[in-house]
Structure formats: structure tokens, C-alpha cells
Nanobody, 116 residues
Framework: QVQLMESGGGLGQPGGSLRLSCGASRSIFGLNRMGWYRQVPGRQRELLAQITSGGDTNYADSVKGRFTISRDNAKARVYLQMTSLKPEDTAGYYC??????????WGPGTLVTVSS
């Protein structure tokens, strides 16, 4: 059973938009707080956005006002709408419960490249 699977990454233009999607197993999704993380090679994975089962959200300063996280509890899916993309948003993007440790299960992620 696939536990986490991210999709929707690709090449985005500066100032453009992308929408990421994540399917999660019930054992991970459940009523957990879920989040989107990103990682650049050589740097620690950072939590960008999180959402409770009730829909309350919180964002890192680097993406506040540009990214929007949402979830569909019936489908066990989490989404990240990314707008006003910047080259520094280039990274691998991952979804997982919040908090999640490096030793937890992680999906393959989806790569976002922002370049003109």
C-alpha cells in the first residue's frame, strides 16, 4: 500500500503557479495535522505549510501569502497551491504528518523547478 505519493511538480515560471497534490494512507492522514515540506540538496527539510483536520492553517514566512494548503479529508489528500513562484522555491516537495521526523516514512516527493 502506498503511504504517501506526491505529484504536480515540474517547471514553473517566475511569477507563475503550480498545484501540488498528495495522496496519503489513512494511517498517516487520519485526523493528523498534515503539512508540505521542501528540501534543497545539502540543506535540511523545512516545513512550509500545515493544516489541521479542521482546516486551520499555518505557513512559514518564506511562503506566507503565496502558497495555500488545503485538504480533502474524505479522499485523504492534501494540496499545495503555489503562486508568485520564485527561483528560490526550486526544491523537492514532500507531504507528511506534522510533526514528522527524518526516520518516519517519506514519499518520493515531487520536484519543482522555477526558472525562466
Amino acid at each position: 500500500q502506498v503511504q504517501l505519493m506526491e505529484s504536480g511538480g515540474g517547471l514553473g515560471q517566475p511569477g507563475g503557479s503550480l498545484r501540488l497534490s498528495c495522496g496519503a494512507s489513512r494511517s498517516i492522514f487520519g485526523l493528523n495535522r498534515m503539512g508540505w515540506y521542501r528540501q534543497v540538496p545539502g540543506r535540511q527539510r523545512e516545513l512550509l505549510a500545515q493544516i489541521t483536520s479542521g482546516g486551520d492553517t499555518n505557513y512559514a514566512d518564506s511562503v506566507k501569502g503565496r502558497f495555500t494548503i488545503s485538504r480533502d479529508n474524505a479522499k485523504a489528500r492534501v494540496y499545495l497551491q503555489m503562486t508568485s513562484l520564485k527561483p528560490e522555491d526550486t526544491a523537492g516537495y514532500y507531504c507528511n504528518k506534522v510533526p514528522a521526523e527524518a526516520s518516519d516514512y517519506w514519499g518520493p516527493g515531487t520536484l519543482v523547478t522555477v526558472s525562466s
